[in-house]
């Protein structure tokens, strides 16, 4: 394709959604070149496979980027690193899209295409996610979300499917919506939207049930330097294998289901189901290290810090200065966090069993109830002043309630 036609790079990952984008983007929108990327952080390798096959039936210039292990390494390690959660979900979903939306601008800077298309409807936070980020990096862009614009409903997007021999057999036969990365799997619609539904076990495939979970305790340890994984067991693997490897520990194990509320960022309340078997284990892990390592004051500053550096990320405002000045000080943090963190698996339980660190902030001698080296005679005047002005506050109450 010749520069001057007009291009149009369609984020594409294969489902319903992305499929009409590919007629409407041609016959209502008036491209005459449309370019699909679908980027592989991690889902199946079928819907990979699956979306390049539509993409070449469909007629597009497709392109597959493989961005698993850049994907890891800078934005779940950053997860990690921040302790990453927002409502008790550790953000798979979320910190894909930024990178989904790079990788859409790295082709579409390539071919010298600057308008862009994508799948969001137009009640969900990727509509934010994905358009901040390729609008963070090429501000002048021109996107386009048929999905939102035209209110689409689910059986429209079928029917003209179907007209424009779109293959849809496997979209037909989902009751699931589901989006899938290294870091998790988020599993909505369907019944699922009643809040008070019980999960089907059908939904799950990176966990067992704790029924299901062989009974037999299994223990992990893992090491951890400055502030990320680096072995599982004693093995040292690439970030990408190393969480990959977690996901199938902690899965068998029945660990990582999460069903929350969530608030989007529209305020829509949410029911959402998710599967972080590696997320869980090596947040808990993480966190279990930092609380050896940093001292109260860190511990406690850093606990609002993960919690704005969670919000922006949630957000997809990836690139927001403010992300970039909470993360000097998670970094500046993470240098004492080496060190390794045990665990015991079983049956959809996980308990720390053990931590050391050469950075721990911990002395046997000091603690224990054995040892002389603390001289607790010292205590005195220190317990003697503690509370001071609180004591003051509560005799002048005591003072002014007898003088009424
Ligand atoms: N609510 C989550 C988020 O905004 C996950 C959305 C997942 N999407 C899906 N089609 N299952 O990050």
């Not at 993409?55 to 392109?63: D, R, S, V």
């Not at 048929?146 to 037909?172: C, D, F, G, H």
Request: hydrophobic letters at 40%.
């Amino acid at each position: 394709m010749s520069k001057n036609k007009k291009q149009v790079v369609l984020v594409y990952s294969g489902g319903l959604d992305t499929s009409v984008c590919i007629p409407l983007m041609r016959e209502d929108y008036g491209y005459e070149n449309v370019i699909t990327v679908t980027v592989d952080v991690g889902q199946p390798a079928e819907d990979i496979a699956q979306a390049a096959e539509k993409a070449k039936i469909l007629g597009t210039e497709h392109y597959t980027v493989d961005a698993k292990e850049e994907f890891a390494e800078n934005f779940c390690f950053s997860a990690i690193k921040a302790n990453a959660d927002y409502e008790g979900y550790p953000l798979s979903t979320s910190i894909a899209r930024p990178l989904i939306a790079a990788k859409a601008v790295e082709v579409a800077k390539k071919l010298g295409a600057t308008a862009f298309a994508h799948g969001c409807t137009g009640k969900g936070n990727d509509q934010f996610r994905i358009e901040y980020g390729i609008r963070a990096l090429m501000p002048d862009a021109t996107i386009h979300a048929p999905v939102r614009e035209r209110n689409m409903t689910r059986s429209w997007e079928i029917e003209y499917a179907q007209k424009k021999n779109i293959p849809i057999k496997q979209s037909l036969e989902k009751i699931w919506s589901i989006d899938e990365n290294l870091w998790g799997r988020s599993i909505e619609g369907g019944r699922l939207e009643e809040p008070d539904f019980a999960p089907p076990e059908e939904i799950f495939q990176w966990t067992k049930s704790p029924k299901a979970a062989a009974d037999k305790v299994q223990e992990v340890t893992i090491d951890f330097k400055a502030g990320v994984p680096v072995a599982v067991n004693g093995v040292s693997a690439s970030p990408a294998a190393l969480i990959a490897r977690m996901n199938q520990i902690a899965g068998d194990n029945g660990i990582g289901r999460i069903d929350i509320m969530e608030d989007r960022m529209l305020g829509l309340k949410v029911r959402e189901n998710y599967e972080c078997p590696a997320a869980v284990t090596l947040l808990a892990a993480h966190k279990a290290l930092e609380a050896l390592v940093l001292t109260t004051d860190e511990l406690k500053f850093k606990a609002k810090i993960d919690s704005q550096w969670s919000n922006l990320a949630y957000s997809g405002l990836w690139w927001d200065p403010l992300k970039d000045d909470l993360e000097a000080f998670i970094t500046s943090t993470q240098k004492r966090v080496t060190g390794s963190v045990s665990m015991r698996l079983y049956k959809g339980n996980l308990s720390i069993i053990g931590r050391k660190s050469p950075w721990a902030l911990y002395s046997e001698d000091l603690a224990s109830f054995d040892s002389t080296t603390f001289d607790q005679k010292e205590s005195t005047g220190m317990v003697k002043n503690f509370g001071l002005q609180q004591r003051m506050y509560f005799h002048l109450v005591e003072k002014y309630k007898r003088e009424q």
